[in-house]
């Protein structure tokens, strides 16, 4: 019968010198644990006799110097050691196997390498059914790879054989996969008050030619008060693998008390899917969107939108967007001018430079196509943010430029194309411990301004300061 691995034998506490058990996690004294209502949750101890230093006796064999080293790199997490070590130890005529790919797959989860790191972890409880800290580890590493399926098979399968700690552990993996594929609720509102709610020019004369007009009182920027609000629904399954179903749906909009003809509302779904792994997603998502602008309907618009992200490096993230979204408006007027489609995209990195501050910017582009060629355009834009925390303090920040050019010339200046240069600024600040049942109160400012050629119609700017609440479920 061939020998056991050295990390599997079940000895004495007075043999630890020689041996090890099996042991408990090995990933996670510097990984995050899975959210629960236990914030205090920490890796039970491993009760492992290589927590001292590795030692050798002097009728120790090379192969089993180079176990105890594989065993000791594995709990103490000295990769770089492990990675010198195991391509002499698989050089070893009777080198194990088993201990071979336990170890190898630690490094290859540490490296991020999740694929490889189950492929060889599931080869390990194939052949040894009755190693459950194995599978345990197997579990975890298909959790963090979001095979939340297999996953709960291997940790149900594993709880049993654990110790009553390790089985209240696995029972917060459990329950995190289940929240995290059960249905998420968030709320918003915002008092809300502008001085341009209709987007209009400030500026009052009008000269056409050799004739100069005056805009009536209508037609110049209007004041508005009122609210913000909205109510988000959403779910994401696993059906396989690594694939998952997922809905969206949104009710929002704005209300004005002293202006209803510009108040908003937006009905918004989708069903989409997505391939998520450790370290990026894909998605395909049709959508739909209703929109009503004061009482009557104003537009419909249908689309779909297709996102990746990706995490290159514990610190840097790649995403992109690209989206198609067809515009129908109701009104007859409108819709022979304004009806058409949208092509867009994006492209944005983020940057981890401190566990409490993160840095954001990019890159998007937009080509609209309507009917009336003087109405069609192309963006392309900037951006950049920050989201910083200080203790319990947060604040966000984020700038944007976009430079608007279109088709055709203007039906009121036939000389001219329009060109609009557009720059906004947002920035939120907040107290995570100034809350109510999850509802945290946001203290922002927002500001617009649009510089066109044609001033008369399009330059605006407005600025406000609102209250928002937030809450996510």
Same mark, same amino acid.
């Given at each position: 019968m061939?020998?056991?691995?050295?990390?599997?034998?079940?000895?004495?506490?007075?043999t630890?010198?020689?041996?090890f058990?099996?042991?408990?996690?090995?990933?996670?004294?510097?990984?995050?644990?899975?959210k629960?209502e236990?914030?205090q *949750?920490?890796?039970?101890?491993?009760?492992?006799?290589?927590?001292a230093?590795?030692?050798f006796n002097?009728?120790?064999?090379?192969?089993?110097?180079?176990?105890k080293?594989i065993?000791?790199?594995?709990?103490?997490?000295?990769?770089?050691?492990?990675?010198?070590?195991?391509?002499?130890?698989?050089?070893q005529?009777?080198?194990?196997?088993?201990?071979?790919?336990y170890?190898?797959?630690?490094?290859?989860?540490?490296?991020?390498?999740?694929?490889?790191?189950?492929r060889?972890?599931?080869?390990?409880?194939d052949?040894k059914?009755?190693?459950?800290?194995?599978?345990?580890?197997?579990?975890v590493?298909?959790?963090?790879?979001?095979q939340?399926?297999q996953?709960?098979?291997?940790?149900?399968?594993?709880?049993?054989?654990?110790?009553?700690a390790?089985?209240?552990?696995?029972? &917060?993996?459990?329950?995190?996969?289940?929240?995290r /594929?059960?249905?998420?609720?968030?709320?918003?509102w /915002?008092?809300t008050?502008?001085d341009?709610?209709?987007n209009?020019? +400030?500026?009052?004369?009008?000269?056409?030619?050799?004739?100069?007009?005056?805009?009536?009182k209508?037609?110049?920027?209007?004041?508005? &008060?009122?609210f913000?609000?909205?109510?988000?629904?959403?779910?994401? *399954?696993?059906? +396989?693998?690594n &694939?998952?179903?997922?809905?969206?749906?949104?009710?929002?909009g704005?209300?004005?008390?002293?202006?209803?003809?510009y108040s908003?509302?937006?009905?918004?779904?989708?069903?989409?899917? &997505? #391939?998520?792994?450790?370290?990026?997603?894909l998605?395909?998502?049709?959508?739909?969107?209703?929109?009503w602008?004061?009482?009557?309907? #104003?537009?419909?618009?249908?689309?779909?939108?297709?996102?990746?992200?990706?995490?290159?490096?514990?610190?840097?993230?790649?995403?992109?967007t690209?989206?198609?979204?067809q515009?129908?408006?109701?009104?007859?007027?409108?819709?022979?001018r304004?009806?058409?489609?949208?092509?867009?995209?994006?492209?944005s990195?983020?940057?981890?430079?401190?566990?409490?501050?993160l840095?954001?910017?990019?890159?998007?582009?937009?080509?609209?196509?309507?009917?009336?060629?003087?109405?069609s355009?192309?963006?392309?834009?900037?951006?950049?943010g920050?989201?910083?925390? *200080?203790k319990?303090?947060?604040?966000?920040?984020? *700038?944007?430029?976009?430079?608007?050019?279109?088709?055709?010339?203007n039906?009121?200046f036939?000389?001219?194309?329009?060109?609009?240069?557009?720059?906004?600024?947002?920035?939120?600040?907040?107290?995570?411990?100034?809350?109510w049942?999850?509802?945290?109160?946001?203290?922002?400012?927002?500001?617009?301004?649009?510089?066109?050629?044609?001033?008369?119609?399009? +330059?605006?700017?407005?600025?406000?300061?609102?209250?928002?609440?937030?809450?996510?479920?």
């Open positions: 061939k020998k056991l691995p050295y990390f599997i034998i079940l000895l004495p506490l007075v630890q010198a020689e041996t058990q099996v042991p408990q996690p090995i990933f996670f004294e510097k990984n995050i644990v899975p629960t236990d914030p *949750i920490k890796t039970p101890e491993k009760s492992t006799t290589l927590s230093p590795v030692t002097q009728d120790d064999s090379a192969q089993t110097k180079l176990e080293l065993n000791y790199s594995v709990v103490k997490q000295q990769w770089g050691i492990l990675k010198q070590t195991l391509p002499l130890y698989q050089s005529p009777q080198h194990d196997v088993t201990l071979y790919r170890a190898l797959g630690a490094m290859l989860r540490a490296e991020r390498n999740h694929k490889q790191a189950i060889l972890y599931q080869q390990i409880v052949e059914p009755e190693l459950a800290y194995p599978r345990f580890d197997l579990g590493m298909l959790f963090e790879n979001k939340y399926r996953a709960k098979a291997e940790l149900e399968r594993a709880k049993p054989a654990l110790s009553p390790m089985q209240q552990f696995t029972q &917060h993996y459990l329950e995190a996969m289940k929240e /594929q059960g249905w998420k609720a968030d709320v918003e /915002q008092y008050q502008t341009n709610v209709n209009a020019s +400030s500026q009052q004369d009008i000269l056409l030619g050799k004739l100069r007009f005056k805009k009536d209508d037609s110049l920027p209007q004041k508005a &008060h009122g913000r609000y909205g109510l988000g629904l959403s779910r994401e *399954i696993n059906v +396989s693998g &694939h998952f179903m997922t809905v969206n749906s949104r009710f929002g704005v209300h004005y008390w002293d202006n209803q003809d908003e509302k937006s009905l918004y779904a989708a069903l989409g899917y &997505h #391939y998520r792994s450790a370290l990026q997603s998605g395909l998502t049709p959508f739909f969107e209703q929109n602008l004061g009482a009557p309907r #104003y537009s419909q618009n249908y689309g779909i939108t297709a996102d990746l992200r990706r995490e290159l490096t514990a610190l840097w993230t790649f995403s992109a690209l989206s198609h979204t515009k129908r408006y109701a009104d007859a007027n409108v819709a022979r304004h009806n058409g489609y949208i092509n867009g995209a994006t492209l990195l983020s940057y981890q430079a401190k566990p409490n501050w840095l954001f910017g990019g890159v998007e582009g937009s080509l609209d196509r309507s009917k009336d060629k003087a109405e355009s192309l963006r392309r834009g900037v951006n950049l920050t989201v910083w925390q *200080i319990d303090f947060a604040t966000r920040l984020s *700038i944007r430029y976009v430079k608007r050019d279109f088709r055709a010339k039906f009121y036939p000389t001219k194309k329009r060109q609009d240069k557009e720059y906004d600024f947002n920035a939120s600040l907040w107290h995570n411990k100034l809350q049942k999850g509802f945290i109160p946001k203290l922002n400012y927002r500001y617009r301004k649009i510089d066109s050629n044609i001033p008369e119609f399009y +330059s605006r700017k407005s600025g406000e300061w609102f209250l928002s609440v937030e809450r996510s479920f």
